[in-house]
């Protein structure tokens, strides 16, 4: 596997895992199969993957404790991102942002003692908690760093201001946020302030949570409790507009012999050795068809087609509800 950097001196694998799914969002409770999670983990070991993403908000709490399980006795040979700034009600339903000094330290405990090591390799703020300055959030993230608790900061769906603030306090390895072919929001600012101050970008949903795939149903055929089912793009019009504009995708992945996901991921790798997706899965079929896209050549004739085919105003359909769309920090 090849590896690419994020920020000046973090290395990882040049595509990572997202274990999101194995625990949370995607599917039912019934559905998840922890056996399979942990197979296709120990998978992506096998195939050269190093960089696992998890959260404290992710169950809450279980995808991080399945991580660890998966990755006893391996520790070493991988980099784990973990994120804080949700607080949680008391039947774990998130219940909006919390990054006060004194929260940031017990969500960091508590994320060190469920991955069962004693340090944190990438620590990101889930979203910005607009009441608490960032250089305040940065300071605290930057004595973990001192403490030898945690390696490398990170951001997650912050704007550039706030990028920029975080950023003087203490160097930011990498943001995390929405980006693939479909959902293009960081192009005109965002990823040429990173560039600027040298930060990796970590795609998430680098699959258009699924949809670039091609293997989608609209959003009323997901059972309740399944992100897709709330998700604008996949339902009435959008839908069938957005599969309308990822003909594209399938039309070259069919030419070229690739799958509709390997070609939204090579995208995603050609936009720079600076990118870093992490699709998730949970199954070691999906797994070994996302590693695939790592090999996988597009032309400038072909990525300017795909760029074409799904510009900003092909994609009918905000990525958030409106209360998902008022976390983000732009």
Known sequence: MQKRKLGKTLEVSAIGLGCMGMSFAYGTPDERDDRESVATIHRALELGVTFFDTAEAYGPYQNEELLARALEGKR????????FGFKFDEKGALAGVDSRPAH??????????RLRTDRIDLLYQHRVDRTVPVEEVVGTMAELVREGKVRYLG????????????HAVHPIAALQSEYSLWERNLEPEIIPLLRELGIGLVPFAPLGRGFLTGSVKRAEDYPEGDYRRNDPRYQGENFEANM??????????????????QIALAWLLHKGPDVVPIPGTKSRHHL?????????????????????????????????NERQAALVDR
């Open 104 to 113: 940031i330290r017990e969500a960091v405990e508590g994320s060190l003692r």
């Open 155 to 166: 951001l997650s769906e912050a704007g550039e201001q706030t990028i920029r603030r975080a």
């Open 244 to 261: 309308h504009a990822a003909a594209a995708v399938r039309d070259l992945a069919s030419r070229k012999g690739a799958t509709p996901g």
């Open 288 to 320: 070994e068809d996302n590693v695939g896209a790592v090999g996988l050549s597009l032309s400038a004739d072909e990525m300017n087609a795909l760029d074409s085919a799904l510009a900003p105003d092909k994609v009918s359909g905000p990525r958030y």
């Open 76 to 83: 070493d040979r991988v980099v784990i991102a973990t994120k």
